[in-house]
Structure formats: C-alpha cells, structure tokens
C-alpha cells in the first residue's frame, strides 16, 4: 500500500501561496523567506501574505517554523469577487463588465496572457484592453471561474460605472487672510490644477467665462473624443472649475473669488448624453477610463493637484479594481494630490432615528492616498429660492416613488444652508470599509454653492437657490466642497514651496497640513437630538466617521509653514535618507523635537502623521506598510500615540491599541504643558519600503 505524501511535499501546481506569520517581517525574516524563493506581494491582514513561490511544493517556507505559522496554495476561489459569482443558472449568460488584475510579479508574456484570457471568456481578441498589469473585458458571468483557474490572475472584479455628485464657503474656511510678518496672501499662484468632469464652459480656453480669462491651459476630450468637444453642457464641471480657481464679479453678490484664485487649469472632459427610456436627456461622465490613465495624463500635461467631483453609482466597499488602482497610482506619483468626494448618499433610514447612516462612501471615496471630502452646511439663509421656500433635507424625499431618506427629525425640516457647524445630510459618511479606515478626511461647505455657469448650459438647476447674474449659480453636493478643498491644497502648496523652500512637496505633506490644520465642527443638532451624531463628547469630537477630521481652515493650515507671530506650527517631510524599513539598510525611525510655548489659556498640541501606502495591483485596500506616530515629554515619562482615542464612536482596536488600519494619525494632547517635546516616528511593519512620510504640527490656543 503507497501511503498518502504529507500536505507539505504534495505538488501545489501554482506559483502562489499564502503565508501566515507570527507578527511584522524583521530583516532576518526577509532574507530567511528569499532564500526559500518567497517573495511577499501584498499583506492580506491577519499576519498573512500573498507571495509569490517557485518551488513545487510548500516544504521549503513551511521549515521557518520560527515565524512561519502556516503556509497554503493560493487558490482560485479567492478570486472572483463574490457580486460577481452567477447565483443562478441564468445569470451564468449575463455580462458582466470585468477588471482583471494580474499579480504584482509578472513583469513579461503579457501578449499570450491577453490572449488566453480572451480564449477562456470566449470574446474576441480586441474586445480586450490591457494596462498596467489590468485587464478590462466584458465576459459571460459563467465564464469567470475559467479565467480564475489562471495561475497569472491575482482577482477579477466588477469595473464600476462613474457618476457626478451634485464667497461665503471661502469665509467659512478663513481663505484670503493675510499670514506671517510680511502679511502674504496664497491663492494658488504657480499652481495647476486638473478637474476631471463634465467639461467647461463653451470648450475653448480663451473665449470663456470671465472667471477663467488667461488661466487655462489645456481642454482635452474623453467623453466626446471624435468630435474632439470639451464644452460643459452639464454645468456641473464648470462650477467645479470656479469653485477651485475661479475669480470674478456677480451682478448682486460682488466678487466671487474661489480659493486658488491665482492657480491655472486642465479639464478632463468626460461628458456624454444618453437619452433615456422616457425620451429625457441625461448628462453622464464616459471616457474616464482606468485612473492611471485619466491621472497619468494629468501629471504629463504638468498637474499638481487632480480634483475629482464624481464616484461610482452606488456606495463602496473598497474595490481592488477602482479603488485600489488610485492608490497604486498615488504610491508610484507621491507628489500629485488627489482629491475624490465622499458621495451623496447619506440618508437617515436605520433605527437610529435623527441620525445619518454610517457607511455610504462612493467607492473612490475609500481610497486611503487621497483626500475624500464630505460635505457640510453653508451659510444662504438670505437668498432666494424658487416659490419663495427655503428648501429643506426632507426636500430630498421622492414620494411618488416612495423614496423617504429623510423621515425623521431634526433633519427632515432642517434649512439645508443655515449652519456651517453642520453637517449636510446627504453626504456620504464613513467609515471606509470593510477595514474600517477614518473617512472622509476632512469637509467643506457644500450646499448652496454659487460659482460660475456654463455658457453652454441652456437653462439652470435653481434648486439650490436663484443667482441674480445669469453667469453664475448655485450648486449642491460633496461635488461642490471638494473643488473648494482642492484649491485650498493648492494654496498649501504654494506656500511650501514659496515659504517652506520645497521644490516638489509631496501629497503626503499637503494632506498633513491640510488635516493637522482642520477643526472640528459643532454639529446642529445637539440640543434636540443629545444622543445624536455630534454628540457632547463624542461625535463632535475628531476624528469620527461623520467629518473626518474636521472642517478645513486653510489659515490654520497655512501656519504651519508661514512663520507667525505669536504661533507655535511646523512641519517635516521625510527625506530619502530618513525614510522608513526594516530592511537593515534604512531607519527604523525618526525622531524630532518641539517646543510649547507658554500661554496663559489651555493649550492642546496637535500632531498629524500622513503617509502614502505602497498598494499592490487591485491590492484589498489593507495597511501595508504601517507606521506609529509616538509623541512624549522630552523625558519620555508621558506619552500618547497616534488614534490613540480612536474614531468616535471608538472602535475597539484604535481606543486601547496602535492603530494598524489608518494612514493618517493624529495625537490630541489637551491641557499640554509648556516645554519641550519629542514626536516619534516608527517603522512597526514596513515589508514593501522604504517608506516616506510627513508630519504637521501645531499649538492650537
């Protein structure tokens, strides 16, 4: 009788496997795992990795009992996304379109892959588009679980459709402000800006609307490329565009002046029209393609910052194949900022009666290297509305097709611009799943948002409100708070580059700045609703799920790198000599010093920590390289780490534990006592560096 081989010399017949380990990968156990021919691809969670393997079997890796924990062949189920597996016999015929990703360690063959691939989902060979190890088809559900016996083939999701996301707001955000000894005002100059939306204006750079005059660089056509058209008429990329940059005069409102007034501009035209069932036009976004694509281009045509109004359909999770690609992108690009709205998809319809439903993120909104902007209330309780009625959130409810998201008070009858210390309530809250990570980052006002019209727009949406100057309207959604974030980061950069004499800051030391600077708002809703969102003590507190952390103030942000009087605000962006691993070679940490002054009032020292995390191909949306914030007195006796209170409401792992889910940290030292301080930096798990990082800093009074 042949008596069965072990599990670890049966032949795996894969050149992938999974391996679990005891805790973070030390450089013994890199070097350990090289010499067995393992190569970690991607951290799963858990300890465990996806890794690449030639030999045969797993008894070479499974010999590091040390640190090896278990190791197993990857196998095909993990990897067709489970929305996408037919549940039926008749879904086995339905199409679907697909995002291919192939493993991170493929780096040749990928002709003969394409066609293969081709050959299995049973579609022509041109039907079949490849970039950056993605592949993009549209194949028979049934087909799928031939491509997933591919041993090239790392996961296959669902290619998601994209759709929009519809003076005072500048105040509110304290834009403008003269700053430091020689009172500077930074309104972007020096600046490029990319939207990437319906179109602008008329679609010519010159004859344009006044805001614009002499500032844009570039049109270019994705949605209409054969005829080569780049006019708005949507409407909606326009104001995107007068809301990060825009400057002009309005008949009644006066100077409409955006936050980057100086800055210069590209559109990424990606608008289309269908015609729907019942004869209606719709205005729709087409020609965006994969966003290595749409953000390469921008960085070619000399963007620094890229601004995106628009998010999948329907709320996330984190998707490998949309999701995950903007984070490739953005750890390849460090140095290009990216911002995505949250969504409009905040409704109130759980139990928890009053209160906005966590968990409605757009799915681009999840990813952890950009900014994702959520909404809240402006302040235009004096204009007028159409029938002379102010609208309200219960303004959202469609009765005719028993569509009530709004039922409950005190959000039902609440003015929908009445308080910039609330939130507007169809913005998407966070958290980001299934991690969960804190999102969104930050907010803006967005509701009843006047900036520029399309010339091409044949008549405008009132809804939010009646401008008296034809050139002009007003305009509502996460859509209309990102842009303003987004010429916010272009002020930041202008001034680090002008004050803090770096060349080409990364997106890393914007976000800090941008966050560490942001404040927490109060929330409406507390006197009425005490057990609400904002909550005494807890929802008002940040970060939280809600606003992230917190309401952007570009003059808190900008003082951190513009020397003034009477402040205590810094900054430092890693070098490449002082980024992190674990490999030997770079540091394990780096540690700086800092001083609180004395003051008469309470002080709280507020430290930031942004990095941008490695992401594999389609990778799951989990830390990979992570890092501590550590901050303590100059004698080491106190300390506190970073979401060390965690998001509120707490989760259990960020309140008692250092947080291994986000990529922003933040220590709130309240009541801080004046002397010196030291703010650590530390390589906790760093399998795919070295790691670059940021940190901003500042004495809040």
């Avoid at 002009?248 to 269908?274: F, M, R, W």
């Avoid at 620094?304 to 999948?312: A, K, M, V």
């Avoid at 290297?369 to 235009?380: P, Q």
Wanted: proline share 7%; aromatic share 6%; with cysteine.
């Amino acid at each position: 009788m042949v008596s069965e081989p072990s599990p670890e010399s049966k032949p795996i017949n894969t050149d992938y496997i999974l391996v679990k380990v005891t805790g973070p990968l030390e450089p013994e156990h890199f070097q350990a795992l090289e010499e067995k021919e393992v190569k970690t691809l991607e951290y799963l969670g858990d300890n465990t990795y996806l890794c690449g393997y030639k030999p045969p079997t797993l008894k070479g890796v499974l010999e590091l009992r040390d640190f090896v924990v278990s190791a197993e062949k990857f196998d095909p189920g993990y990897v067709v996304a489970s929305d996408l597996k037919p549940t039926s016999s008749e879904e086995q015929d339905e199409e679907a379109k697909v995002l291919i990703a192939l493993h991170d360690d493929i780096s040749e063959g990928f002709d003969a892959i394409v066609a293969k691939i081709a050959s299995e989902a049973g579609v022509p060979l041109s039907t079949v588009s490849l970039m950056d190890k993605t592949i993009q088809l549209t194949v028979p559900k049934g087909r799928l679980e031939a491509l997933a016996e591919m041993d090239e083939v790392k996961a296959i999701n669902e290619a998601q459709r994209a759709r929009l996301f519809n003076n005072v707001a500048t105040k509110i955000m304290e834009c403008h402000k003269p700053i430091g000894t020689s009172n500077t005002v930074f309104k972007g100059d020096g600046q490029v800006v990319c939207v990437a939306d319906t179109g602008f204006d008329k679609g010519d750079k010159t004859n344009c609307h006044k805001a614009f005059k002499g500032r844009v660089l570039h049109l270019t056509s994705l949605g209409r490329p054969a005829k080569n058209l780049t006019d708005d008429p949507a409407g909606h990329g326009t104001h995107v565009c007068g809301s990060v940059l825009g400057d002009a005069s309005h008949a009644d409102q006066g100077q409409i002046e955006a936050p980057a007034s100086k800055a210069k501009l590209i559109v990424q035209s990606s608008h289309a029209e269908v015609k729907s069932a019942d004869g209606t036009i719709k205005h729709v976004l087409k020609g965006l393609g994969k966003p290595a694509a749409f953000l390469g281009a921008a960085v070619e045509l000399g963007a620094h910052i890229h601004t995106n109004s628009w998010g999948s359909a329907d709320p996330g999770p984190y998707n490998p194949a949309g999701t995950g690609e903007i984070d490739n992108f953005l750890w390849a690009n460090k140095t290009l900022v990216v911002l995505f709205a949250a969504g409009n998809e905040g409704v109130d319809v759980d139990a928890n009666k009053g209160t906005i439903d966590p968990g409605s993120l757009s799915e681009q909104a999840h990813a952890k290297n950009c900014i994702t902007v959520g909404a809240s209330e402006s302040l235009r309780v004096n204009i007028e509305y159409p029938g002379g009625v102010a609208p309200t959130w219960s303004d959202w409810n469609d009765v005719a097709k028993n569509n009530i998201i709004f039922p409950y008070e005190p959000v039902g009858s609440d003015h929908i611009a009445d308080n910039p210390e609330g939130m507007a309530a169809w913005s998407s809250r966070g958290p980001a799943t299934p991690q969960p990570r804190i999102k969104p980052d930050v907010v803006a006002p967005g509701s009843s948002i006047l900036s520029a019209r399309s010339g091409a727009v044949k008549e405008a949406d009132e809804g939010y409100g009646i401008s008296k100057d034809p050139a002009w309207c007003y305009m509502g959604g996460t859509s209309m708070a990102t842009p303003l974030v987004a010429g916010c980061c272009a002020c930041i950069r202008e001034a680090l580059v002008k004050v803090g004499k770096i060349a080409n800051p990364s997106s890393a030391l914007v976000k800090a700045v941008l966050i560490n600077g942001a404040v927490p708002i109060l929330g409406q809703y507390r006197a009425k609703l005490p057990g609400g969102e904002f909550e005494v003590g807890k929802g008002n507190d940040i970060p939280n799920y809600s606003t992230g952390w917190g309401r952007v103030n570009l003059n808190n942000s900008l003082q951190h790198v513009v020397p003034s009087s009477g402040v205590a605000a810094g900054f430092v962006e890693s070098t490449p000599a002082q980024a992190l691993s674990k490999d030997g070679t770079h540091p394990t940490e780096h540690t700086f010093p800092l001083t609180v002054p004395s003051g008469t009032s309470p002080q709280t020292l507020k430290v930031t920590l942004v990095w941008s995390d490695y992401n594999p191909s389609q990778g799951n949306g989990n830390l990979q390289n992570d890092l501590d914030l550590i901050v303590a007195t100059a004698d080491g006796k106190q300390k506190w780490h970073g979401n060390m209170g965690g998001p509120a409401p707490s989760t259990p792992d960020l309140g008692k534990h250092f947080d291994r889910i986000n990529n922003v940290e933040q220590v709130r030292w309240k009541d801080v006592k004046p002397g010196v301080y030291k703010v650590t930096v530390r390589a906790y798990n760093v399998p795919f560096g070295p790691q670059p990082f940021a940190v901003a800093w500042r004495v809040v009074v």
